[in-house]
Protein backbone atom coordinates (compact mmCIF):
# COMPACT_ATOMS: atom_id res chain seq x y z
CA UNK A 1 0.00 0.00 0.00
CA UNK A 2 2.70 2.01 -0.40
CA UNK A 3 3.97 2.85 2.81
CA UNK A 4 0.47 4.24 4.34
CA UNK A 5 -1.03 2.25 7.05
CA UNK A 6 -4.54 0.46 6.50
CA UNK A 7 -5.78 2.38 9.74
CA UNK A 8 -5.23 5.96 8.15
CA UNK A 9 -6.44 4.81 4.63
CA UNK A 10 -9.85 3.14 6.76
CA UNK A 11 -9.98 6.94 8.99
CA UNK A 12 -10.16 8.87 5.78
CA UNK A 13 -12.82 6.73 3.50
CA UNK A 14 -15.74 7.91 5.17
CA UNK A 15 -14.63 11.99 5.46
CA UNK A 16 -17.21 13.75 3.15
CA UNK A 17 -16.36 18.06 2.50
CA UNK A 18 -19.38 18.48 4.72
CA UNK A 19 -18.06 16.91 7.79
CA UNK A 20 -18.04 18.89 11.18
CA UNK A 21 -14.24 19.71 10.59
CA UNK A 22 -15.25 22.14 7.67
CA UNK A 23 -18.35 23.40 8.82
CA UNK A 24 -16.38 25.00 12.34
CA UNK A 25 -13.99 26.56 9.71
CA UNK A 26 -14.66 30.58 9.88
CA UNK A 27 -14.30 30.99 6.55
CA UNK A 28 -17.05 27.78 5.65
CA UNK A 29 -19.68 30.12 4.98
CA UNK A 30 -18.11 31.87 2.52
CA UNK A 31 -16.67 28.63 0.73
CA UNK A 32 -20.40 27.34 0.20
CA UNK A 33 -21.19 31.02 -1.58
CA UNK A 34 -18.40 30.37 -4.17
CA UNK A 35 -19.46 27.44 -5.03
CA UNK A 36 -22.92 28.61 -6.07
CA UNK A 37 -20.72 29.44 -9.18
CA UNK A 38 -20.50 27.66 -12.12
CA UNK A 39 -16.96 25.33 -12.10
CA UNK A 40 -16.54 26.03 -8.41
CA UNK A 41 -16.56 23.52 -6.41
CA UNK A 42 -15.50 22.23 -3.06
CA UNK A 43 -12.00 21.93 -3.77
CA UNK A 44 -11.64 24.93 -5.95
CA UNK A 45 -13.27 27.55 -3.12
CA UNK A 46 -11.39 26.05 0.05
CA UNK A 47 -8.19 26.87 -2.09
CA UNK A 48 -9.11 30.49 -2.96
CA UNK A 49 -10.61 31.19 0.70
CA UNK A 50 -7.26 29.44 1.84
CA UNK A 51 -4.96 31.63 -0.34
CA UNK A 52 -6.58 35.06 -0.31
CA UNK A 53 -8.41 35.21 2.98
CA UNK A 54 -10.85 37.77 3.75
CA UNK A 55 -12.08 38.79 0.66
CA UNK A 56 -13.45 42.41 1.99
CA UNK A 57 -9.64 43.43 1.91
CA UNK A 58 -10.10 44.36 -1.60
CA UNK A 59 -11.74 47.14 -2.41
CA UNK A 60 -12.77 46.82 -5.73
CA UNK A 61 -12.61 43.54 -7.84
CA UNK A 62 -9.52 45.26 -10.09
CA UNK A 63 -7.56 44.95 -7.10
CA UNK A 64 -8.36 41.56 -6.22
CA UNK A 65 -7.29 40.88 -9.96
CA UNK A 66 -4.17 42.85 -9.47
CA UNK A 67 -3.45 40.93 -6.55
CA UNK A 68 -4.01 37.52 -8.63
CA UNK A 69 -1.92 38.70 -11.65
CA UNK A 70 -5.11 38.54 -14.08
CA UNK A 71 -4.45 41.78 -15.50
CA UNK A 72 -2.46 42.56 -18.48
CA UNK A 73 0.61 43.66 -18.85
CA UNK A 74 1.44 47.55 -19.94
CA UNK A 75 4.36 48.57 -22.33
CA UNK A 76 4.97 51.94 -22.66
CA UNK A 77 7.15 54.19 -24.94
CA UNK A 78 6.92 57.55 -24.81
CA UNK A 79 3.19 58.48 -26.09
CA UNK A 80 3.41 54.78 -27.14
CA UNK A 81 1.39 52.25 -25.10
CA UNK A 82 0.39 48.28 -25.96
CA UNK A 83 -1.33 45.76 -23.67
CA UNK A 84 0.39 42.37 -23.37
CA UNK A 85 -1.23 39.14 -22.06
CA UNK A 86 -1.94 38.85 -18.39
CA UNK A 87 0.90 38.79 -16.00
CA UNK A 88 2.33 35.86 -14.44
CA UNK A 89 2.56 37.55 -11.00
CA UNK A 90 0.28 36.91 -7.36
CA UNK A 91 -0.57 34.17 -6.05
CA UNK A 92 -0.15 31.16 -7.99
CA UNK A 93 -2.05 28.89 -6.48
CA UNK A 94 -5.53 31.48 -6.16
CA UNK A 95 -4.47 31.87 -9.96
CA UNK A 96 -4.54 28.31 -11.38
CA UNK A 97 -7.80 27.42 -9.43
CA UNK A 98 -9.42 30.47 -11.37
CA UNK A 99 -7.60 30.26 -14.57
CA UNK A 100 -9.31 26.53 -14.33
CA UNK A 101 -12.63 27.32 -13.90
CA UNK A 102 -12.76 29.70 -16.44
CA UNK A 103 -12.30 27.45 -18.70
CA UNK A 104 -15.63 25.98 -18.16
CA UNK A 105 -17.06 29.53 -19.35
CA UNK A 106 -15.79 28.06 -22.76
CA UNK A 107 -19.47 26.26 -22.86
CA UNK A 108 -23.09 26.90 -22.99
CA UNK A 109 -24.21 27.21 -19.21
CA UNK A 110 -26.27 24.35 -17.69
CA UNK A 111 -27.22 23.79 -14.22
CA UNK A 112 -26.31 19.77 -13.39
CA UNK A 113 -28.27 18.34 -10.82
CA UNK A 114 -25.30 18.45 -8.35
CA UNK A 115 -24.61 22.21 -9.12
CA UNK A 116 -28.40 22.40 -8.35
CA UNK A 117 -28.37 20.73 -5.06
CA UNK A 118 -25.62 23.58 -4.00
CA UNK A 119 -28.02 26.22 -5.16
CA UNK A 120 -30.58 25.18 -3.17
CA UNK A 121 -28.53 24.95 -0.07
CA UNK A 122 -27.36 28.97 -1.01
CA UNK A 123 -29.20 32.08 0.59
CA UNK A 124 -31.42 33.74 -1.99
CA UNK A 125 -29.20 36.29 -2.91
CA UNK A 126 -26.05 34.08 -3.59
CA UNK A 127 -28.57 31.88 -5.78
CA UNK A 128 -29.22 34.43 -7.77
CA UNK A 129 -25.73 35.27 -8.25
CA UNK A 130 -24.96 31.53 -9.38
CA UNK A 131 -27.89 31.32 -11.74
CA UNK A 132 -27.72 30.66 -15.50
CA UNK A 133 -29.21 33.26 -17.80
Known sequence: MSGRSPSRLSACSGWKP????????RWYPVVEAIQALRAVQFL???TLIAELGDLTRFATPRQLMSYLGLVPSKHS??????QGSITKT??????RVLVEGAWAYRYPA????????????????????????
Open 18 to 25: NSSPWQSW
Open 110 to 133: KVSRHLQLRLEQAPKVIQDMGQVP
Open 44 to 46: AAV
Open 90 to 95: GNSHAH
Open 77 to 82: SGERQR
